[in-house]
């Protein structure tokens, strides 16, 4: 009863664990069924192939027309939108650069005073209270001195065992592009489909490179004028940040110096009548 509890958890972990220690060339049964399953993938691709070279073969002049005109409309469109999406992405560009300027200099002149005042106020405030601490404590002292896995073997011909490795030489050696490969083969070796496709390439490539033309310009432009704005903005937002950053910060300096000289007077007073009061 121990035993099959021990195996079965052993099973639960492994399905789990994703664990898998069968062993498909073991030079006997299992390596023996994996090679089957390698050549009865291999006979049928090349059943595939031969069925995609037939259909292939089979094709028409009017089949070649139409995959002819097809594939030059794309190959044009591609052509023509990549050419016109370069040209509306330099007219963008420019037009971006020229308009990112001035609001990128307006948000970084307004973030640069900002953060200089408030870092200068810092800055301030902590050194007027230094200061201010140290006279308060003098004047303040003078005042207080006063008055953390077990394995099974499997069984070698397990007849599930033998499927799985069948199943993986299979697996291993199915090609799932045979029969486009074969296809593709027959088609190459059809003059009748051939010459229909050549006599119609040129013709759906004038017309994909005129709407692919009309198509790029729009998109180019914009990618390019977004592409323009933010190089010119980040540019003047950097210049004028850090021109108005040290004038507020100085700024700052000045209104933060007084308030914290005055609460270092205060706490230091404080604390240097306590000391001065502690009389010897």
């Known amino acids: 009863m121990r035993a099959l509890l021990v195996t079965t958890v052993l099973a639960a972990v492994a399905a789990l664990t994703g664990c898998d220690r069968l062993d498909c060339f073991d030079d006997g049964p299992l390596e023996a069924r994996y090679r089957d399953g390698e050549r009865a993938a ?18 028409t002049r009017q089949d070649g027309e139409s995959d002819g005109y097809a594939d030059g409309h794309a190959d044009g469109y591609a052509t023509g939108f990549a050419a016109s999406y370069a040209d509306g992405y330099a007219d963008g560009y420019a037009d971006g650069l020229d308009d990112g300027g001035a609001p990128g200099c307006a948000d970084g002149d307004a973030a640069g005073y900002d953060d200089g005042w408030y870092d200068g106020e810092d ?21 207080g001195s006063q008055g953390c896995p077990l394995e099974r073997a499997r069984p070698a011909a397990d007849p599930e065992d033998l499927q799985a490795c069948y199943a993986r030489g299979w697996d291993a050696e199915l090609d799932e592009a045979a029969y486009a490969r074969g296809f593709e083969d027959g088609k190459r070796d059809n003059p009748e489909y051939q010459a229909g496709y050549a006599a119609a390439y040129p013709d759906g490539h004038a017309t994909g490179l005129a709407a692919g033309y009309d198509a790029g310009y729009d998109p180019g432009w ?29 700024d700052g300096y000045d209104a933060g110096y007084p308030a914290g000289w005055d609460a270092g007077y205060g706490d230091g007073y404080n604390a240097g009548y306590s000391d001065g009061s502690a009389c010897p």
């Open 222 to 250: 914009y990618d390019g004028y977004d592409g323009g704005y933010a190089e010119s903005y980040d540019v003047a937002y950097v210049g004028c940040y850090d021109a108005a950053y040290p004038s507020a910060w100085d």
């Open 42 to 59: 291999t006979a049928e691709n090349q059943r595939a192939f031969a069925r995609g070279r037939a259909d292939g073969l089979g094709l």
């Open 123 to 143: 800055a301030g405030y902590y050194d007027g209270y230094d200061g201010g601490w140290g006279s308060g404590y003098s004047d303040g002292y003078d005042d």
